[in-house]
Every structure is written in structure tokens, then in C-alpha cells.
């Protein structure tokens, strides 16, 4: 269900890699403002500290975790894992096309 995530807590998470974020716990109500669940965390890191609402998703008034709308989240992700299942797909098709021929040796 579609929402308002409200940042109440908020830790710095650290990285090895420098890419520092902001972890954040709060509240979230429906956008049809049907339920409200007071403790919340939000299944992703911040760059700066939000200071308005951010949209979110919830699975139901019983949800602990919200997802962000923002589809560009999985893209890059999504699409090397398509690329790889493609090209694995790829070496499969072409090792069992292979004419038996070009597998046995020729004499020297």
C-alpha cells in the first residue's frame, strides 16, 4: 500500500567504500489515510537527511519495513543480472549447436 514514511531516527551508516548514508526509522501512514504504523524502518539509505515525507510502500498495517518508490533502485542490478542470464543462455545454445566435427582433433 502506497504512503508517507516520516523520519523520526536517524544513524549514519557507514561504508568501507566512503559512500556514507543515512539509515532511518519512523512512522508511516496510508495515503488513504486508513492506517498508521507508529515504528517503521525504510529498506534503504539516504543520501542527506529527508525533512519532508517520503513516498513509500508498506505490505499492510502489520509492516516493520517500507520500500521506496523509486524504481531506479534495482535497475542497475536488474539489468546485469539480465545480461549475465543472457549471455550464460548464450554459451549453452552455442555449445550445443556445435557440429560434432569441429570437437575431434585433426591428426597432426
Known amino acids: ?11 549514519v551508516s557507514g561504508s568501507r567504500h566512503g559512500d556514507d548514508g543515512w539509515l532511518r526509522n519512523g512512522s508511516f501512514e496510508a495515503d ?3 492506517f498508521r504504523i507508529d515504528r517503521v524502518e525504510v529498506d534503504t539509505t539516504f543520501d542527506k537527511q529527508p525533512t519532508e515525507p517520503v513516498a513509500t510502500f508498506v ?15 534495482w535497475l542497475l542490478p536488474g539489468g546485469t543480472g539480465l545480461v549475465c542470464l543472457l549471455a550464460g543462455a548464450w554459451n549453452i545454445r552455442s555449445a550445443v549447436k556445435r557440429p560434432r566435427e569441429a570437437l575431434v582433433a585433426a591428426p597432426a
Open 1 to 11: 500500500m502506497a504512503g508517507q514514511f516520516r523520519a523520526e531516527r536517524c544513524e
Open 32 to 34: 488513504d489515510h486508513a
Open 59 to 73: 505490505d499492510g498495517p502489520t509492516s516493520t519495513t517500507a520500500v521506496e518508490k523509486d524504481n531506479g533502485v
